[in-house]
């Protein structure tokens, strides 16, 4: 029978062997990529003596028809009632007040890591030479930046109003035919940010966390995100970690700490993609980012994504691309990226077999050229199959 996920006084997750797990199908392609990811999961999980109590939950489309609402309030209780989720794509609504759907969840639930692992797949096509030597684990911080600022209109009496204000009061001069942003970045959410990249790089044996800003320019926003993830370092992760300047890049056995300015990195991720291994940043640089490492390996149609609170265990597991309504329904795309959120899934949930025999299971498909339309069209004797037939194939691998 299927329970609840709890969370034990040392708050780490208690999983049932039939964990209950809310999903979200998706808007366009989820009807076809969610039934193809559901199917190798269930697989996976049986292999290894586990089983997974999915129960349906909407929002997008699905649930604007059924219930007036983009994100129902019972969808959001029962993430945060089972602890963990996982959600096909959804559509932004036009007009409505919800900037993102997949925004409003992250900041709801407060899951301000957005981690996307981004590694080639032998056999995957690729626009560069040696796509091998891209692997990286992006920390993305998810609750603050733009994508929780305050805008105002050009010409609005607010924006007006505040472009005075801040002339008078600060003397910036600032176009009166300006539309206002404002970017908030606070130590909180940078250090739990870079905290939670530091435990994962102590844990999983990585070698180096590097914190990637634009400080030059926005030097107390971003250039303190930087200043700040150094601090914690000295701060809480001493004998662990260090930073690059008190080792001059000899750390021993400890987590290399060091940073680059985003711009460069974008150029480095490209020239010598095998120096970086994780790597933390702020909101809007980890979008650009994680999209740009994914087209190095083969696209977003096979990048994972999750957002999770680590102090309370919460995580939503989500496909990283859009709806593509014109392919719904034709049993054609690529369900890579949903398949993978679901190892991410099973990773947080210690179902770390299951999660190997996946990505495994994965490989070998594509590395025996069965693969779906996106990669078919790049690879020589590829054999091209349906959504379904490729999850049948994953299937057939573990």
Not at 54 to 64: D, M, R, S
Not at 156 to 176: C, F, H, N, T, V
Not at 235 to 247: F, K, L, Q, T
């Amino acid at each position: 029978m299927a329970e609840p996920i709890t969370l034990a006084d040392d708050g780490t997750l208690v999983v049932p062997d039939e964990p209950i797990v809310p999903y979200i199908e998706g808007d366009g392609i989820g009807v076809d990529i969610w039934p193809a990811a559901r199917a190798v999961l269930d697989a996976a999980a049986a292999r290894s003596g586990h089983r997974v109590g999915w129960t349906e939950v909407l929002a997008g489309e699905k649930a604007y028809r059924e219930t007036g609402e983009w994100l129902p309030t019972d969808t959001v209780d029962a993430f945060r009632q089972y602890r963990v989720g996982i959600k096909g794509p959804l559509t932004t609504p036009v007009g409505g007040g919800i900037r993102s759907l997949n925004v409003a969840l992250r900041q709801i639930l407060d899951l301000y890591v957005c981690l996307r692992p981004v590694r080639w797949f032998r056999g995957v096509p690729s626009p560069v030479r040696h796509p091998e030597k891209v692997d990286m684990v992006v920390f993305r911080e998810n609750t603050e930046d733009v994508y929780a600022g305050f805008e105002l209109d050009e010409g609005s009496p607010a924006a007006r109003k505040l472009i005075e204000y801040l002339a008078d009061e600060l003397g910036w001069q600032i176009r009166a035919d300006s539309g206002i942003g404002i970017k908030p970045i606070s130590i909180t959410g940078s250090k739990r940010l870079q905290r939670a990249a530091l435990d994962y790089a102590l844990a999983r044996g990585r070698r180096s966390v590097t914190l990637v800003h634009k400080g030059n320019i926005m030097k107390f926003t971003e250039g303190s995100f930087k200043a700040w993830g150094y601090e914690l370092v000295a701060e809480e992760y001493a004998g662990r970690a260090v930073g690059w300047d008190s080792c001059g890049g000899d750390p021993g056995e400890r987590v290399l700490v060091k940073d680059v300015i985003a711009d460069a990195f974008l150029q480095q991720i490209l020239t010598r993609p095998d120096e970086y291994d994780v790597i933390a940043t702020t909101n809007l640089n980890g979008d650009y980012i994680s999209d740009a490492l994914a087209a190095q390996v083969g696209g977003i149609g096979i990048a994972p994504g999750a957002n999770i609170n680590n102090a309370t265990g919460h995580g939503v597991f989500e496909a990283t691309h859009g709806t593509a309504p014109r392919y719904a329904g034709l049993d054609k795309v690529n369900p890579g990226s949903l398949i993978l959120s679901g190892v991410l899934l099973f990773e947080h949930l210690g179902w770390d077999r299951a999660a190997a025999d996946i990505v495994a299971a994965l490989e070998a498909t594509i590395a025996d050229r069965i693969v779906t339309y996106d990669f078919a069209r790049l690879m020589d004797r590829a054999t091209e199959v349906r959504t379904s037939e490729f999850a049948a194939a994953i299937i057939d691998r573990l």
